[in-house]
């Protein structure tokens, strides 16, 4: 059985820096795609990037590029999401999530698996 579980978040305010954990389990992830995605109040959940367990490919949505960065740690079976720059519009719960191959990595229902979820709240 797959499981997620994730760590980090809170309160932090704008411009401090933040990072997520998602400690994965339950299978070898060779040929998966882990992602992170959010949530804010009132609003639909939101792609916020990616990352190819086997060759560490990265993708970002534009409204984090530069800002936001995914990485894993194979041997600890591990992902993160680094945040920097954190801006009030940032706020949300985030997910982290994941799914077999490397295609259409952005939709949310192609992923199989979910975290928790973990708040972010980044005061102006």
């Known amino acids: 059985q797959v499981q997620l579980v994730q760590s980090g978040g809170g309160l932090v305010q704008a411009g401090d820096s933040l990072r997520l954990s998602c400690a994965a389990s339950g299978r070898t992830f060779t040929g998966y795609t882990m992602g992170w995605f959010r949530q804010a109040a009132g609003k639909e959940r939101e792609f916020v990037a990616a990352i190819a367990w086997s060759e560490g490919s990265t993708h970002y949505a534009d409204s984090v590029k530069g800002r936001f960065t995914i990485s894993r740690d194979s041997a600890m079976n591990t992902v993160y999401l680094q945040m920097n720059s954190l801006k009030a519009e940032d706020t949300a719960v985030y997910y982290c999530?994941?799914?077999?191959?490397?295609?259409?990595?952005?939709?949310?229902?192609?992923?199989?698996?979910w975290g928790q979820g973990t708040q972010v709240t980044v005061s102006p």
């Open positions: 999530a994941t799914k077999a191959g490397s295609w259409f990595i952005r939709i949310i229902r192609n992923y199989e698996y």
